[in-house]
């Protein structure tokens, strides 16, 4: 069965200092991979997407950056936090859309999320 | 433009009965998914039920079922026999051309005794 393990938990850090999230998944290959961001009592934001190994679509400007260097691991990475990069994170995957009159059918399963608290 | 609207953003529902949350999308585009999410107060988002385009009959998984109107793009969510554990936030979700989840703003949705 597929899994998708995601690091750390919670994170504290100062303003100003740098930030690797890590996200890997189990269990699949070639997944499209997804990170979100979520403000506190609020809904889910799409931050990155990646279809393939060094493909990243950015969907909001803003002072984060991922990367895929192998197929099922994905980063979120900052060289400056700022205060209003906290938030709860999460890391998803899901397999390639199949069918054409299926449309886009297939879930997003999703980490257990790193709580960040920038201060 | 929203394209994922909640409107609802707390709701109570004693045990036992039915709840229905709501939810209004926003799209031009012929194919496209809609998708429900729980999130306990632990935070992991889970999956609930998924409701295509294209599908002819409203989706059911156990006590979920998605109540979609497609000419008033409506997709909303009825839990039948509400548990305690229940109890959590809900995310409607959309996708369109891919799978890019567009997130609502979230039911709060508490069950009481």
């Known amino acids: 069965s597929q899994t998708i393990h995601q690091w750390p938990a919670t994170l504290v850090q100062p303003v100003g200092s740098p930030l690797s999230l890590e996200c890997t998944v189990e269990g699949t290959s070639n997944p499209n991979l997804y990170w979100y961001r979520q403000a506190a009592g609020r809904g889910l934001q799409l931050l990155f997407y990646s279809v393939g190994i060094g493909q990243i679509s950015s969907e909001v400007p803003q002072n984060l950056s991922a990367s895929r260097p192998q197929d099922r691991q994905f980063i979120l990475s900052s060289k400056k936090l700022l205060l209003s990069d906290s938030g709860f994170y999460l890391c998803?995957?899901?397999?390639?859309?199949?069918?054409?009159?299926?449309?886009?059918?297939?879930?997003?399963?999703f980490g257990n999320g790193t709580r960040l608290t920038v201060t | 433009a929203q394209k994922i609207t909640q409107t609802q953003p707390g709701m109570f529902v004693q045990e036992k009965e039915a709840v229905t949350l709501d939810c209004t999308y926003d799209?031009?585009?012929?194919?496209?998914?809609l998708f429900w999410y729980k999130q306990p107060s632990s935070g992991e988002m889970i999956f609930l039920i998924y409701q295509g385009s294209y599908d002819q009959q409203n989706a059911t998984e156990g006590r979920y079922s998605l109540n979609f109107q497609k000419a008033r793009k409506s997709a909303n969510l009825v839990i039948s026999a509400s548990q305690l554990g229940d109890s959590a936030m809900y995310f409607c979700?959309?996708?369109?051309?891919?799978?890019?989840?567009?997130f609502g703003t979230g039911t709060q949705l508490k069950v009481e005794l």
């Open positions: 799209t031009s585009d012929p194919s496209y998914g």
């Open positions: 979700a959309m996708s369109e051309g891919g799978n890019k989840l567009t």
């Open positions: 998803a995957w899901s397999v390639k859309p199949t069918g054409f009159f299926s449309g886009p059918n297939s879930p997003l399963h």
